[in-house]
């Protein structure tokens, strides 16, 4: 991308778009994507091998895709579970398309695009999925775990997929180091899928 990057606030070029085809939840999605965004060009591998490797949900509940882009995730959990999806990024134009894309499939009624701080507080999650932006820096990483992960529901987990060259592994120590039971869910094309919950609720089960 040029020199402005996928996670400006509100990217100023020309918005170039382009459509992004996407299996999840036994269909298949034609999205459009643009300039500007996140991997706008195909389906980020990583984020392909989290909609393969973790399982969507079934039934109907309140999700929050983190760091959206303009919106694979988002709408795979609309599409698998109803519910309502919460679709959170910092960048303007991924907001829009991630609404372009769910009125394009019915889902409107299933997904809320917003920046995080429209987020009620109050607002928990069933689950948190997220490719998170890791380019960003580990500071800003790990704050964005601080923030959302407590907020996880009872019984909640969180599935997230990192790239092993950029650091999946330090990711999963620093998460135990702050508390939270790391599963190593699935490992495949250089990525890591993992499942995060509360500790203690793991031992009630
Ligand atoms: C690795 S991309 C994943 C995008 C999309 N989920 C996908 O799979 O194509 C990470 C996303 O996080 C967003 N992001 C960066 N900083 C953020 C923050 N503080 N809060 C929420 N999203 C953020 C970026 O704009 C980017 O869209």
């Given at each position: 991308m040029s020199a402005e990057h996928y996670f400006s606030a509100d990217p100023k070029g020309v918005e170039r778009r382009r459509y992004v085809n996407v299996s999840a939840a036994g269909r298949q999605f034609r999205l459009v994507a643009s300039s500007g965004v996140f991997s706008a060009d195909r389906l980020d591998p990583g984020t392909a091998v989290l909609l393969r490797k973790a399982p969507l949900p079934t039934t109907p509940g309140t999700y929050l895709d983190l760091?959206?882009?303009?919106?694979p995730i988002a709408t795979a959990l609309a599409a698998a579970g109803g519910g309502l999806v919460?679709?959170?990024?910092?960048?303007a134009r991924a907001l829009d398309l991630v609404r372009e894309n769910a009125a394009a499939h019915s889902l409107a009624d299933h997904v809320i695009a917003s920046?995080?701080?429209?987020?009620?507080?109050s607002t928990t999650f069933d689950q948190i999925w997220s490719n998170p932006p890791i380019r960003v820096g580990k500071a800003v990483v790990h704050e964005l775990m601080d923030t959302w992960?407590?907020?996880?529901?009872?019984?909640g987990v969180a599935w997230l997929v990192v790239a092993k060259f950029l650091g999946a592994d330090s990711l999963q120590e620093w998460l135990i180091e702050r508390g939270w039971d790391v599963e190593r869910h699935a490992s495949q094309k250089g990525y890591r899928v993992f499942a995060v919950r509360r500790p203690e609720e793991e031992d009630a089960a």
């Open positions: 760091g959206c882009g303009y919106g919460h679709a959170v990024d910092v960048n920046t995080p701080e429209e987020v009620p507080d992960l407590p907020r996880l529901a009872e019984g």
